[in-house]
């Protein structure tokens, strides 16, 4: 047994008994002799790290790299800590030489996949991860997080494949389950996925993922909000105090119009480690009719964690249902600091100005000019434009398989696809993406590289961050809202009822409409009346939503957000 071996056995006997200090000063012992041992500054990383020395571990764990740049358990345990702390980048950079050495370990391809996964880089993310599960086809965590990967990419058959390789290699998580239940709704394999929801409960009764999808999918497929929190109530009486439990349940009630209900689930929820997620959907809940108990749960949640990006456009939106514009720019200013492009900001921002008086608005929102409107070319392969739509109507009514709205989304009276429709391999859906090329660089075209903060982001290229189709019943509508994960934003009409026609605006697409209470009450500002085949492109941080519509015709819609390459 060499020096170093010697050191970290009686380090790691010494801290077996807790006695921590002990065992440090073994380590550093060994170290005043052994300076560029990789192994001891390793050791001396975890003893600092068991005690809560983060900055410490990290100098140590440096100091192993320094040392010996390929060591691999000092390059796994800064990669995993980088991560943890959001310093993907950093990780990245730690992790790359150990993982394009000539015969990489498949712990090195894991950790690497995983970086690129949180930098969003998911191509090259499943190049690793791929590579690792064929190096070490045994270890099913590496099947775990491809699966994690594809669902990302929007594979999802192929993400399910991979869940169930995992669950085979004898990965029993609820985790895994939960992935397998996510990628089987998005195909549609409705019975499938509820059982994977609840398999994951088996393992887990409380397991809050688990119980948000089960209760949503349980919602959407019936409507009955009863038979959506039955599972959840139980859960919520085994565990009072998981507030997360709570937070899900008061999300179901706000989103089917129940935002009283919502806030009493809330103040019943314990204190505890989800404080933040209390406070954060308590203000959501009360912005609509206690403007002054939302923004007391703002200001809470803004002082437990003063970065956090949701919490401080929560304090935007308490301003303004209370009408202090001063305060949301305060606030937005904050936002803005720290997400420079974020949509949410952005169209706060404007709605101070547009309460202050201030011209600053009418730029941001120049309806004339940044809401643009066209008519999709007839696809290759039919005969008219609207042979083509009746064809895709028909292949989205086959994916309309739900019966309530989801949760967390826009629309009310109605239901929305699971499916990543930019996958879909039937013909009509597929024509789609290719006719609405032409108008999105049209548009891109003509925003050109203006100063504004979203629009100098124009290159000139664009890729799809998501496409989905509404299909409304009458009565239904759009509540008013933006795209926070979005550049552009779409509305493309596939098939439209007669009320569109009337006098009332019925139906039609609408602008500048505040999506929260606002004081004084702000009306919208602009209106696009649809037709079939005509596609609309708009900034992200836009108010929008739809006029309700009468009748007994439905309104069936697609979208998509464009984000720029």
């Given at each position: 047994m060499s020096a170093a071996d010697d050191a970290i056995a009686q380090a790691r006997a010494l801290g077996g008994k807790g006695d921590l200090v002990s065992a440090e000063a073994v380590i550093r012992a060994a170290l005043a002799t052994q300076k560029k041992s990789a192994q001891l500054q390793t050791e001396l990383a975890q003893i600092a790290a068991a005690q809560g020395r983060d900055d410490e571990a990290e100098k140590a764990l440096r100091a192993a790299l320094d040392a010996d740049p390929l060591y691999p358990p000092a390059a796994y345990s800064l990669t995993q800590g980088l991560i943890g702390m959001g310093r993907v980048e950093e990780a990245l950079a730690v992790i790359t030489p150990l993982a394009e050495v000539a015969k990489p370990e498949s712990a090195a391809l894991a950790l690497q996949g995983q970086a690129l996964r949180a930098l969003g880089r998911?191509?090259?993310?499943?190049?690793?991860?791929?590579?690792?599960?064929?190096?070490?086809?045994?270890?099913?965590?590496?099947?775990?997080?491809?699966?994690?990967?594809?669902?990302?990419?929007?594979?999802?058959?192929?993400?399910?494949?991979?869940?169930?390789?995992?669950?085979?290699?004898?990965?029993?998580?609820?985790?895994?389950?939960?992935?397998?239940?996510?990628?089987?709704?998005?195909?549609d394999r409705l019975d499938e996925a509820e059982t994977a929801f609840r398999e994951a409960l088996r393992r887990q009764p409380n397991f809050t993922p688990a119980h948000r999808e089960l209760s949503l999918l349980t919602w959407m497929r019936s409507g009955d909000l009863a038979a959506a929190t039955s599972e959840l109530d139980k859960?919520?009486?085994?565990?009072?105090?998981?507030?997360?439990?709570?937070?899900?349940?008061?999300?179901?009630?706000?989103?089917?119009?129940?935002?009283?209900?919502?806030?009493?689930?809330?103040?019943?929820?314990?204190?505890?480690?989800?404080?933040?997620?209390?406070?954060?959907?308590?203000?959501?809940?009360?912005?609509?009719?206690?403007?002054?108990?939302?923004?007391?749960?703002?200001?809470?949640?803004?002082?437990?964690?003063?970065?956090?990006?949701?919490?401080?456009?929560?304090?935007?939106?308490?301003?303004?249902?209370?009408?202090?514009?001063?305060?949301?720019?305060?606030?937005?200013?904050?936002?803005?600091a720290?997400?420079?492009?974020?949509?949410?900001?952005?169209?706060?921002?404007?709605?101070?100005?547009?309460?202050?008086?201030?011209?600053?608005?009418?730029?941001?929102?120049?309806?004339?000019?940044?809401?643009?409107?066209?008519?999709?070319?007839?696809?290759?392969?039919?005969?008219?434009?609207?042979?083509?739509?009746?064809?895709?109507?028909?292949?989205?009514?086959?994916?309309?398989?739900?019966?309530?709205?989801?949760?967390?989304?826009?629309?009310?009276?109605?239901?929305?696809?699971?499916q990543n429709l930019q996958r879909s391999t039937d013909p009509a859906i597929r024509a789609f993406f290719q006719v609405i090329a032409d108008p999105i660089m049209a548009t891109m075209e003509a925003y050109g590289r203006l100063g504004d903060p979203v629009l100098s982001r124009n290159t000139g290229r664009y890729r799809l961050a998501g496409a989905w189709s509404v299909n409304l019943r009458?009565?239904?509508?759009?509540?008013?809202?933006?795209?926070?994960?979005?550049?552009?934003?779409s509305a493309f009409y596939v098939d439209l009822p007669p009320a569109v026609e009337g006098e009332g605006r019925e139906g039609w697409l609408r602008f500048g409409k505040p999506g929260i209470a606002s004081t004084p009450a702000l009306e919208a500002e602009h209106w696009v009346k649809p037709e079939p085949g005509m596609l609309v492109l708009f900034p992200s941080y836009m108010w929008h939503g739809t006029q309700p519509f009468g009748g007994e015709a439905r309104r069936l819609t697609m979208a998509f957000d464009v984000m720029p390459a």
């Open positions: 998911t191509e090259a993310a499943l190049d690793a991860l791929y590579t690792a599960t064929r190096i070490d086809q045994a270890d099913p965590s590496h099947q775990h997080n491809l699966a994690l990967a594809l669902e990302e990419a929007g594979l999802h058959p192929e993400a399910t494949r991979a869940a169930r390789a995992a669950r085979a290699r004898g990965l029993d998580r609820p985790e895994t389950w939960l992935i397998e239940g996510r990628t089987l709704l998005a195909q859960a919520i009486a085994a565990s009072p105090g998981q507030p997360g439990l709570r937070v899900v349940r008061a999300k179901l009630l706000e989103y089917t119009g129940d935002a009283r209900g919502a806030y009493e689930c809330l103040r019943e929820a314990p204190q505890g480690e989800s404080e933040i997620e209390i406070q954060m959907a308590a203000s959501q809940a009360a912005v609509a009719f206690d403007p002054a108990a939302a923004l007391a749960h703002a200001e809470t949640a803004v002082r437990l964690e003063p970065d956090h990006p949701l919490a401080i456009s929560l304090l935007a939106e308490a301003n303004l249902a209370l009408g202090r514009p001063e305060a949301i720019l305060a606030a937005t200013d904050r936002l803005r720290l997400l420079p492009f974020n949509q949410h900001a952005l169209a706060l921002e404007a709605t101070a100005w547009r309460l202050l008086g201030d011209p600053r608005n009418a730029q941001r929102n120049d309806y004339q000019s940044l809401v643009r409107t066209a008519l999709v070319e007839t696809p290759a392969g039919w005969s008219s434009r609207e042979a083509w739509l009746a064809d895709l109507t028909a292949a989205l009514d086959r994916l309309q398989v739900m019966k309530g709205h989801p949760v967390g989304q826009s629309l009310r009276g109605g239901s929305q696809t699971n009458p009565g239904g509508h759009h509540v008013d809202h933006l795209h926070p994960a979005g550049w552009l934003s």
